[in-house]
């Protein structure tokens, strides 16, 4: 029998990955921009350093967000060291 416990367990787990590849994907934009401004990489990501400037800021809220929510998910989720 799969007891509640378990179930909070495997959506934390599930949750916090998905926090883990929105923080990557966004990060990936970032870097392929840059590298593009750079004369670095062909194509994707912002097309000043202005707007490079403002995705770093966007991503910095954006990770900061996520990993709050990965603590708060795996609290939740009885996921935390002790």
Same mark, same amino acid.
């Given at each position: 029998m799969v007891t509640i416990k378990e179930i909070k367990s495997t959506i934390a787990v599930a949750i916090a990955a998905a926090f883990g590849f929105? %923080?990557?994907l966004i990060w990936k934009d970032i870097i392929v921009g840059i590298m593009t401004l750079a004369g670095l990489w062909l194509?994707?990501?912002? *097309? *000043?350093?202005?707007?490079?400037?403002v995705a770093i800021v966007v991503a910095l809220? %954006?990770?900061? %967000?996520?990993?709050?929510?990965i603590i708060y998910i795996s609290k939740w989720g009885g996921l935390a060291q002790k």
């Open positions: 929105i %923080i990557a194509a994707g990501g912002p *097309t *000043t350093w202005m707007g490079a400037g809220v %954006i990770t900061v %967000i996520s990993v709050l929510g």
